[in-house]
């Protein structure tokens, strides 16, 4: 009789029943060696990236969906920029942020230092030189200065607002809307004796108005407000004469105006500032997105604590005694042993204390009935102490925000000097990307708006033959803006380091006074008023003024000997 057939090894000896069976289970359960694209296991196995399995159970119910940019931010930017302004009025970690940022950006002064670039100008004509530059500088430097500072605020289309005023609101909106705009006009009216001297003024506009007319979907030319062509350039704004939510205002917060981005000769009109973070992005979005959720929870959790501690203030101290609930339910049910029942446990109390007034020299001390013990309340309802946890949710933030958690939190007895300088130096290459992006993007477009007017009058000196504004608009207007000073963590050894760099050839005059928010030559000039002052006064030279000395050896710290 023949044998039935077997599975054989490689030795070809017959393979067990009971291997064959737990083989096939494994390969069931997707596990052991059985594990692979031929397997036939577990469905995670299907996937070439843990990214993209759907089946783990920390990935399953992700199913985050492919969109453009517009179609991300266009129709929840009215939500979350509500949410991100609700945090700026309420939340005092997220206003202190936002007022961080622009006291270390715009601060209260932001004043522009011409620097035309005459070396792309001579190839025009050969009159510009550094000499004219020098010039140019000074006489446009001064009228902007007039026309930005303004006692009359001719300036702004609401004549309340200054320049750097303006250039303030206009980031701050950036930052907690996503998004600033501003338009110019052209207002000859206002032009008089003792008012305005130019006709260009700016007005500040919420970006709340820049919407689609009559609240209609994204098109494939108008997304969110903005009128772009076939090559996506922005063309037009249409914006509302008010805002949606003035009641007072109904008419005319449904009534669109089309605002051209640049008339017909190049004059702009329209300047609109965001943050892109991808290709083809029409509208902005707040720097508090990504944390929004975090600082709504840690401001509940703040609440819930200040309950706790309320409770634990109102209910400091309390004494317990053994009248048990037994005892007051049966004394409840006899109406008429009522106040037999409370009263005699009432009475043997007040009569033990009255008895037991003991004091010595002058010192009470407390005593207490049979049966009575006092019982306190734990500080805070007996938490734990929430400021490791909250200063982790607020380091979060202000990595999302581009600052250091010192700078959020504002608690700097856990840091070293060097910590705090190295998130300084982190947070300075934030401030400064923001800066110079503002700059390009508004500050500087501004200016260039405005400087035209004076061109066209003959205020600046030209060389002859010089080309017209509108033909080298980027290179008259070109400069650099000053903002809030950097400030020092240790103001001596700090000093000496820019000292060093300076006789190093590592850095300039121009360029460290920037960082502190000065113009090197009115620094300059300015030290000059001050020696000849002392000289006249009959002063010591001081010794920063001396010769016979490097500047590095005057910032050296002296010995002992040579003082």
């Given at each position: 009789?023949?044998?039935?057939?077997?599975?054989?090894?490689?030795?070809?000896q017959?393979?067990?029943?009971?291997?064959?069976?737990?083989?096939?289970?494994d390969?069931?359960?997707?596990?052991?060696?059985m594990?692979?694209?031929?397997?036939?296991?577990?469905?995670?196995?299907?996937?070439?990236?843990d990214?993209?399995?759907?089946?783990?159970?920390?990935?399953?119910?992700?199913?985050?969906?492919?969109?453009?940019?517009?179609?991300?931010?266009?129709l929840?930017?009215?939500?979350?920029?509500?949410?991100?302004?609700?945090?700026?009025?309420?939340?005092p970690?997220?206003?202190?942020?936002?007022?961080?940022?622009?006291?270390?950006?715009?601060?209260?002064?932001?004043?522009?230092?011409?620097?035309?670039?005459?070396?792309?100008?001579?190839?025009?004509a050969?009159?510009?030189?550094?000499?004219w530059?020098?010039?140019?500088?000074?006489?446009?430097?001064?009228?902007?200065?007039?026309?930005?500072?303004?006692?009359?605020?001719?300036?702004?289309?609401?004549?309340?607002?200054?320049?750097?005023?303006?250039?303030?609101?206009?980031?701050?909106?950036?930052?907690?809307?996503?998004?600033?705009?501003?338009?110019?006009?052209?207002?000859?009216?206002?032009?008089?004796?003792?008012?305005?001297?130019?006709?260009?003024?700016?007005?500040?506009i919420?970006?709340?108005?820049?919407?689609?007319?009559?609240?209609?979907?994204?098109?494939?030319?108008?997304?969110?407000?903005?009128?772009?062509?076939?090559?996506?350039?922005?063309i037009?704004?249409?914006?509302?004469?008010?805002?949606?939510?003035?009641?007072?205002?109904?008419?005319?917060?449904?009534?669109?105006?089309?605002?051209?981005?640049?008339?017909?000769?190049?004059?702009?009109?329209?300047?609109?500032?965001?943050?892109?973070?991808?290709?083809?992005?029409?509208?902005?979005?707040?720097?508090?997105?990504?944390?929004?959720?975090?600082?709504?929870?840690?401001?509940?959790?703040?609440?819930?604590?200040?309950?706790?501690?309320?409770?634990?203030?109102?209910?400091?101290?309390?004494?317990?005694?053994?009248?048990?609930?037994?005892?007051?339910?049966?004394?409840?049910?006899?109406?008429?042993?009522?106040?037999?029942?409370?009263?005699?446990?009432?009475?043997?109390?007040s009569?033990?204390?009255?008895?037991?007034?003991v004091?010595?020299?002058?010192?009470?001390?407390?005593?207490?009935?049979?049966?009575?013990?006092?019982?306190?309340?734990?500080?805070?309802g007996?938490?734990?102490?929430?400021?490791?946890?909250?200063?982790?949710?607020?380091?979060?933030?202000?990595?999302?925000?581009?600052?250091s958690?010192?700078?959020?939190?504002?608690?700097?007895?856990?840091?070293?000097?060097?910590?705090?300088?190295?998130?300084?130096?982190?947070?300075?290459?934030?401030?400064?990307?923001?800066?110079?992006?503002?700059?390009?993007?508004?500050?500087?477009?501004?200016?260039?708006?405005?400087?035209?007017?004076?061109?066209?009058?003959?205020?600046?000196?030209?060389?002859?033959?010089?080309?017209?504004?509108?033909?080298?608009?980027?290179?008259?207007?070109?400069?650099?803006?000053?903002?809030?000073?950097?400030?020092?963590?240790?103001?001596?050894?700090?000093?000496q380091?820019?000292?060093?760099?300076?006789?190093?050839?590592?850095?300039?005059?121009?360029?460290?006074?920037?960082?502190?928010?000065?113009?090197?030559?009115?620094?300059?000039?300015?030290?000059?008023i001050e020696?000849?002052?002392?000289?006249?006064?009959?002063?010591?030279?001081p010794?920063?003024?001396?010769?016979?000395?490097?500047?590095?050896?005057?910032?050296?710290?002296?010995?002992?000997?040579?003082?």
């Amino acid at each position: 009789m023949a044998s039935p057939p077997a599975l054989v090894d490689n030795r070809g000896q017959p393979i067990p029943s009971a291997t064959i069976a737990r083989i096939r289970e494994d390969a069931q359960r997707g596990s052991s060696r059985m594990r692979g694209s031929l397997g036939g296991g577990g469905a995670g196995n299907f996937f070439p990236y843990d990214a993209v399995n759907f089946q783990s159970q920390d990935q399953g119910d992700w199913f985050p969906q492919v969109r453009s940019p517009d179609t991300e931010i266009n129709l929840y930017r009215d939500r979350m920029a509500a949410k991100a302004r609700d945090l700026r009025r309420n939340d005092p970690w997220a206003n202190g942020a936002i007022s961080g940022i622009l006291d270390s950006t715009i601060g209260a002064q932001y004043r522009f230092v011409s620097k035309p670039d005459y070396r792309a100008l001579r190839l025009h004509a050969k009159g510009f030189d550094a000499v004219w530059a020098n010039e140019y500088r000074q006489v446009l430097e001064a009228k902007w200065r007039t026309y930005s500072e303004d006692l009359g605020h001719y300036n702004d289309v609401n004549r309340r607002l200054t320049i750097s005023q303006q250039f303030r609101l206009a980031l701050g909106h950036k930052l907690v809307d996503g998004e600033s705009l501003i338009v110019a006009q052209w207002r000859p009216d206002r032009i008089g004796r003792g008012t305005a001297t130019y006709a260009t003024c700016f007005e500040g506009i919420d970006p709340d108005r820049l919407s689609n007319p009559n609240m209609g979907p994204d098109t494939r030319y108008i997304r969110g407000g903005v009128e772009i062509d076939d090559d996506q350039v922005a063309i037009a704004y249409h914006i509302r004469r008010a805002h949606q939510f003035d009641w007072y205002n109904s008419v005319e917060s449904m009534q669109w105006d089309r605002v051209e981005r640049e008339d017909p000769d190049g004059w702009r009109r329209v300047y609109h500032d965001y943050d892109a973070d991808r290709v083809s992005q029409n509208r902005g979005v707040s720097v508090f997105a990504p944390v929004i959720g975090s600082l709504k929870m840690l401001s509940r959790l703040y609440g819930v604590k200040l309950q706790a501690e309320t409770v634990a203030s109102a209910f400091g101290l309390y004494v317990t005694s053994p009248y048990d609930f037994e005892m007051v339910r049966q004394a409840l049910d006899d109406e008429d042993q009522d106040e037999k029942a409370f009263g005699w446990y009432q009475d043997m109390r007040s009569d033990f204390h009255s008895d037991r007034d003991v004091s010595v020299t002058g010192a009470r001390f407390a005593t207490l009935a049979p049966g009575e013990d006092i019982k306190s309340v734990a500080p805070g309802g007996g938490q734990t102490d929430i400021k490791p946890f909250a200063h982790e949710m607020l380091r979060g933030v202000s990595v999302a925000i581009g600052v250091s958690g010192e700078e959020v939190h504002n608690d700097y007895s856990d840091s070293s000097w060097s910590s705090a300088r190295a998130g300084i130096v982190k947070a300075e290459k934030t401030y400064n990307r923001r800066c110079d992006e503002f700059d390009q993007n508004t500050a500087t477009p501004v200016l260039a708006t405005w400087l035209e007017e004076p061109f066209e009058r003959g205020e600046l000196p030209l060389p002859r033959n010089a080309p017209s504004y509108l033909e080298m608009r980027t290179a008259y207007a070109r400069g650099r803006w000053l903002g809030s000073a950097r400030g020092w963590v240790d103001p001596v050894a700090e000093r000496q380091g820019v000292v060093l760099g300076l006789d190093a050839g590592l850095s300039t005059m121009e360029e460290e006074c920037a960082k502190q928010g000065m113009d090197w030559e009115e620094n300059l000039e300015q030290r000059a008023i001050e020696y000849h002052r002392m000289v006249k006064l009959g002063l010591p030279r001081p010794q920063w003024f001396g010769n016979e000395y490097t500047a590095t050896q005057i910032s050296a710290p002296q010995s002992p000997e040579q003082a």
